[in-house]
């Protein structure tokens, strides 16, 4: 028998466990969690996003390497699109269009890398144990004189745009932004004086600072994107997106934006070390030689396998593809006689397919 003490305990504690469960309840199943549970790719796990970005910057890096500047360029934005900060990205792609003879997205990445660079030395700075006290008299008092020193600027690149002076008033409003970086309407006011003077990666980099806050107007925002959109800068864009779905999904022109970045899984073309250009007779002739890095070192020494790329598998009901078959090995080679640009494999061992020009191949080990 319960006393009169305990039944009320135990009445309390199943009524605290049945107010949890409600509660439980109507967190998980309300719509808007609902919908926002249904929203991909932008939910994915960080560590998943992480591991996609780093899986595509290894194929775009591979695809540099091998001259295919074309899809390294696709696989090394499809990196930034999972992590925009992924500093060896913008590195390599900077690198990509100077090749290309693109200077301005050279520049643009490779200030990319200089700014996140510059910020992790800031964070670190913040970080400082001397940093992190409690707001005196003399913070406050450089804070509210920062703001006061941005206002004056701003204030005079206003007047210099009403006399038509873009250079100087591009100046004053840069001077705004160093003394108050967080503003939206000196922001706002620097893209559109850089995009008017058709300095438009430049005008890009206030519009992505400026839409990276989350507290940005939907106007701003539509603004930013629709500019981003002209300037063929989406990976700039696709993050910022997925940041402001929910608070602007509702709003007209956002679904137009966001269809944008409908992410489908690629299955590029089989990247590879080289191909076989011809055989003879117990000899294959490769299209790989010292100009792509190999030496007189590795003759004799450096073994590879001859295979070809499983066929693409699609869905049957839609015919989507969804991925490949396995690779079959065809041979197993070693590397004999290296040229320029040509290379000589003994056939070591040959599989029931057969090896013929066109099979790809790829290093195994140096014995």
Not at 262 to 279: N, S, T
Request: net charge positive; glycine share 4%; hydrophobic share 40%.
């Amino acid at each position: 028998m319960y006393t009169n003490s305990s039944a009320r305990k135990l009445f309390t504690k199943k009524a605290i466990i049945s107010l949890l469960c409600i509660n439980c309840f109507n967190l998980f199943f309300t719509p808007n969690f609902l919908k926002a549970a249904e929203r991909k790719p932008d939910f994915i796990k960080t560590e998943d996003r992480l591991d996609r970005a780093l899986t595509a910057y290894e194929l775009g890096y591979k695809y540099y390497r091998y001259g295919e500047f074309e899809k390294s360029e696709d696989s090394l934005k499809e990196a930034l699109y999972f992590e925009p900060n992924l500093i060896k990205a913008h590195y390599w792609l900077g690198k990509l269009y100077r090749e290309m003879g693109r200077l301005d997205d050279a520049l643009f990445h490779w200030e990319e890398v200089e700014r996140l660079n510059r910020l992790i030395k800031f964070r670190r700075e913040a970080l400082k144990i001397e940093n992190n006290e409690y707001p005196d008299y003399i913070q406050r008092k450089k804070t509210s004189d920062k703001i006061k020193k941005a206002k004056i600027h701003y204030d005079k690149a206003m007047t210099l745009l009403d006399e038509g002076h873009w250079d100087g008033a591009e100046i004053e409003m840069d001077e705004a932004i160093k003394a108050y970086p967080g503003n939206p309407q000196y922001l706002i006011m620097m893209a559109r004086i850089l995009w008017d003077k058709k300095e438009y990666q430049a005008s890009v980099k206030f519009y992505r600072d400026l839409l990276s806050s989350r507290e940005v107007s939907y106007q701003h925002f539509k603004e930013g994107a629709e500019r981003m959109l002209k300037a063929n800068m989406d990976y700039v864009l696709s993050p910022l997106v997925a940041k402001h779905r929910l608070r602007f999904e509702n709003q007209p022109g956002f679904l137009e934006i966001a269809n944008h970045f409908i992410v489908e899984e690629k299955y590029l073309a089989p990247v590879a070390a080289g191909k076989v250009i011809k055989r003879v007779d117990g000899q294959v002739i490769l299209n790989i030689g010292m100009e792509e890095g190999l030496n007189l070192s590795d003759e004799f020494r450096l073994t590879m396998k001859a295979y070809r790329p499983g066929a693409i598998l699609k869905d049957p009901d839609n015919g989507k593809e969804i991925g490949r078959e396995p690779d079959k090995a065809i041979a197993d080679l070693l590397l004999t006689k290296v040229y320029k640009n040509t290379s000589w494999a003994l056939i070591r061992k040959e599989f029931s397919t057969g090896l013929k020009a066109g099979d790809f191949i790829e290093f195994k080990k140096t014995r």
